[in-house]
């Protein structure tokens, strides 16, 4: 079931058997700031790499921005599809998915990071073979996402850190 900007029910979990996500209560407190961080220097990119930005009109960057937007949420979407409960929610500006799927530590690294490599890594390899408008717009949809995938950066990096078979769920792991 997907839940649009609505809360998931309440999964009982015993807490005692579930080991934070994030087990520093500071940096589990701080998390946001660090991404909101990582995301400016992401954005100060193109003022220090001045002119790929393609020379296509602000509106159809932003209609490309929410294009790419949309596609990122989809493909977490299709992972979890049919393992649990979805809800798009937000706060400000921010959109997030949250699910209740209990998810093994494979199916959990490319739910976080399967936007990430098919929405910047492959655009941005693929404009290396590539020369004019068409770089600048694949280049463009790299740094977009990579902008939205801000969290999922690092939290790819924290879910590789974990041991091999521990399974995920609302910001909890347990080892299987």
Not at 2 to 16: C, Y
Not at 47 to 60: N, Q
Not at 94 to 120: E, G, H, Y
Request: aromatic share 16%; hydrophobic share 55%; proline share 5%.
């Amino acid at each position: 079931m997907i839940l649009w900007f609505k809360h998931l029910p309440q999964v009982k979990m015993n807490l005692s058997e579930w080991t934070p996500f994030i087990r520093n209560q500071w940096l589990r407190t701080h998390y946001m700031k660090f991404v909101y961080l990582l995301q400016l220097m992401i954005c100060l990119i193109p003022y220090f790499l001045r002119g790929w930005f393609p020379p296509i009109s602000i509106f159809a960057l932003v209609l490309i921005g929410i294009l790419i937007f949309i596609i990122h949420e989809t493909l977490h979407i299709i992972v979890i599809n049919k393992k649990g409960d979805i809800s798009l929610t937000f706060s400000g500006i921010f959109f997030w998915l949250q699910t209740n799927a209990i998810q093994s530590k494979p199916r959990f690294w490319v739910f976080m990071s399967l936007p990430l490599l098919a929405l910047s890594v492959v655009p941005a390899i693929v404009s290396c073979f590539l020369t004019g408008d068409l770089k600048s717009i694949l280049l463009f949809v790299s740094w977009i996402n990579t902008v939205i995938s801000g969290s999922a950066i690092i939290s790819s990096y924290l879910i590789a850190i974990k041991p091999k078979n521990s399974i995920f769920c609302k910001g909890y792991y347990r080892l299987q």
